[in-house]
């Protein structure tokens, strides 16, 4: 994804934007001249119940402590404090149901009375603080309710994206050893109601491949009924949330927790098949999450209608769908939908009809649009957006300007931001109002973080020159472990500069001549499907879980509308015969079952061998060339170089 060959084409703020702007650049030099300072100095965006003693101890690197000995409460932070503040009328949520019918606003109050409800609920069962709730649901209300509950309680929660098969979700519990599962009865998908609780109870039970009888943590399955739809009913395990929480008291006392206390896990592919339980922190994380949220989108929480368009299951959802937005007292826009449901107006119309100004969604939606058509913005009033943001993969300079004129009005700044699961914020961005930005450049480190593109000796890179993007100095944000396995946490993030004590971000990129960082992609075997991770190997396991597949290689080719597509190559079993459409549409279900419908391959070709280098080793690089369409490298360290040739001919 490189066609970012550095345009100089510059977009200055206007003087209109700047004079009204939150940042301003007096941020980069209070955060130069002492970094430290500057971040004590936004720890106090949040209402603290005990202050910290140190702003950072990072004498146990690479796990890191900010705010050592603070108190807080996130939920209070996202809830109570605006409701104190006066804010309490002010809309929390405009949610928007997929049926165009079903529409409700929140306000902070009904929020605040919401959570409290399912708070105390959920420790009406005995949950204490620490103990590990997974959250499965669509994009509906009681979705954030459970959160910012567990949140409230210090109940760590796991968000696992309604779109995930049941064998991952099950892998997900049981990782986390996770108590409760909250779900629902089923989500609306284009119009029609499709089950979710089914998948549930699949994931807990005993009939997937690869588990040992039921899941062992699970003592209670809460269902939020959405749909209607019939539902297979353990009345030991299962409750319906309109059966219990409404009935809750609408006030509850929130407990002050570490500045540490683990708030949530995400899992996020890695180069090797199992997930990581990326472990994120209460304090650093709603400290970054709120200073991000209010200076790179210039939220004015007043007026400012703002769409964070990613889902829960995915980390934007968390920190800019429900925290870093709800600890800035911003109105939001939830919408439980897809883009296209029922017609391609959808977004447009909510953007018309809740006046949304700031819209922050990813490259691979913006080339969809392209793709439906500028008649479709243009048959809207759009005028009320005043900024947009990109993020999940390198957007290209021409979906950057089309974004710019189509959604934008030909005048809105776009903030392209440069974050991961692991970062748990934004990093490298444009501050609306202060950069000059250019299309497809994420542009430079925030105030008050420190990354580099280094070559593979931790040196500087000339500017130009593809390097490895790293961090340089821990952040508040960052994440303090992988679950349960903080040997891994060391080996995949700070092995590879163990010597300088940077971050291994796991991307490719680059600083221009004017010091803009490029994002060129990512640089070990994970790949990026419409923003998505998802490792090679994830995927070859669930080809070779297949009966007919002996062995297989997957990449990631470029692509135009997903950035880049799964395309696969599999060797089939000696004894199973037959190797058509039939079988490849098989193997496309089985990686969509065992994993999700979002790392189902494009393409699967069945080839008698695989090209592997003298010691076994599978040359991806090669295979990369052929489903990109490109001549084929250097084949000469192959054992068997004609296996190629042979590949080609397919
Ligand atoms: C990977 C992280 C952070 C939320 C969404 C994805 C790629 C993300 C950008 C951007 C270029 C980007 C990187 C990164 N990425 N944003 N603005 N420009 N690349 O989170 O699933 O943890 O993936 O997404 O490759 O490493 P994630």
Redesign the pocket.
């Known amino acids: 994804m490189s066609d970012s060959s550095t345009t100089n084409e510059k977009y200055a703020p206007s003087a209109e934007f700047a004079a009204q702007a939150n940042a301003t650049a007096d941020l980069y030099t209070e955060a130069d001249a002492d970094r430290l300072a500057f971040w004590d100095k936004q720890a106090r965006r949040l209402t603290w119940d005990q202050e910290w003693s140190e702003v950072l101890d990072w004498s146990q690197a690479p796990v890191s402590k900010w705010f050592v000995g603070g108190k807080l409460n996130v939920a209070a932070n996202c809830l109570d404090r605006h409701v104190d503040e006066g804010n309490g009328d002010r809309v929390a949520v405009h949610w928007i149901g997929e049926p165009k019918s079903d529409a409700r606003d929140i306000t902070y109050s009904e929020l605040l009375a919401d959570v409290s409800r399912a708070a105390n609920y959920l420790s009406s069962l005995g949950l204490v603080a620490g103990d590990r709730v997974a959250i499965y649901m669509p994009m509906i209300p009681e979705a954030y309710i459970a959160m910012l509950a567990c949140a409230r309680l210090g109940l760590t929660h796991s968000v696992v994206f309604a779109g995930f098969s049941s064998a991952a979700l099950r892998s997900r519990v049981d990782d986390a050893e996770a108590k409760v599962v909250i779900t629902s009865d089923g989500q609306f998908r284009r119009g029609k109601p499709a089950p979710l609780k089914a998948a549930v109870d699949e994931a807990l039970g005993s009939d997937l491949p690869n588990v040992d009888g039921p899941a062992a943590s699970v003592h209670k399955v809460l269902v939020v009924r959405r749909t209607g739809i019939d539902v297979d009913w353990d009345a030991e395990r299962d409750v319906w949330w309109d059966e219990v929480v409404p009935e809750q008291p609408d006030t509850h006392t929130p407990e002050s927790f570490d500045a540490e206390h683990p708030l949530f896990l995400l899992y996020?592919s890695g180069t090797t098949g199992k997930p990581k339980g990326i472990v994120h922190s209460s304090g650093g994380y709603l400290v970054q999450a709120s200073y991000t949220h209010y200076n790179v989108f210039d939220l004015k929480p007043e007026s400012d209608v703002y769409w964070c368009t990613a889902d829960i299951g995915?980390?934007?959802g968390h920190t800019y769908g429900v925290y870093g937005p709800l600890s800035n007292g911003s109105t939001c826009v939830v919408y439980e939908g897809t883009p296209n449901s029922p017609d391609e107006h959808r977004h447009f119309e909510i953007i018309e009809d809740k006046k949304v100004s700031i819209y922050y969604s990813a490259p691979t939606l913006v080339r969809t649009f392209m793709k439906w058509g500028h008649e479709i913005p243009a048959a809207h009033d759009l005028s009320s957006i005043r900024v947009l943001g990109?993020?999940?993969?390198?957007?290209n300079p021409e979906a950057w300007r089309w974004y710019r004129d189509n959604i934008g009005g030909g005048k809105a700044p776009i903030v392209?931001?440069?974050?991961?699961?692991?970062?748990g914020a934004i990093m490298v961005s444009p501050l609306p109002g202060v950069t000059e930005t250019k299309p497809g450049s994420?542009m430079r480190p925030l105030p008050g973080i420190s990354m580099d593109v280094v070559d593979n000796d931790g040196e500087t890179v000339a500017s130009e020159e593809q390097g490895l993007l790293v961090g340089t100095e821990p952040w508040p944000a960052m994440l303090r472990g992988i679950w349960g396995d903080m040997d891994r946490y060391r080996d995949t993030y700070w092995s590879h500069f163990a010597e300088q004590g940077y971050y291994f971000?796991?991307?490719g990129a680059k600083w221009d001549s004017d010091g803009a960082l490029w994002?060129l992609?990512?640089v070990d075997d994970v790949m990026?499907i419409s923003?998505?991770?998802i490792s090679t190997s994830e995927v070859e396991s669930a080809l070779v879980g297949h009966e007919a597949v002996a062995e297989a290689a997957v990449v990631g080719a470029s692509d135009e509308q997903t950035g880049q597509a799964i395309v696969a190559y599999v060797i089939l079993r000696e004894h199973h015969i037959g190797s058509g459409d039939e079988l490849v549409d098989a193997l496309k279900a089985a990686v969509s079952k065992e994993i999700s419908p979002i790392a189902k391959p494009r393409d699967i070709t069945v080839v008698p061998e695989l090209p592997k280098t003298r010691s076994g080793k599978i040359m991806r690089r090669l295979l990369r060339d052929l489903a990109e369409g490109r001549e084929v490298g250097d084949t000469s360290t192959l054992s068997d170089p004609s296996i190629m040739e042979a590949l080609q001919k397919k």
């Open positions: 996020t995915w980390v934007t990109s993020v999940g993969e390198p957007i392209d931001t440069w974050w991961q699961t692991e970062t994420a971000a796991g991307d994002v992609g990512r990026n923003g998505h991770r």
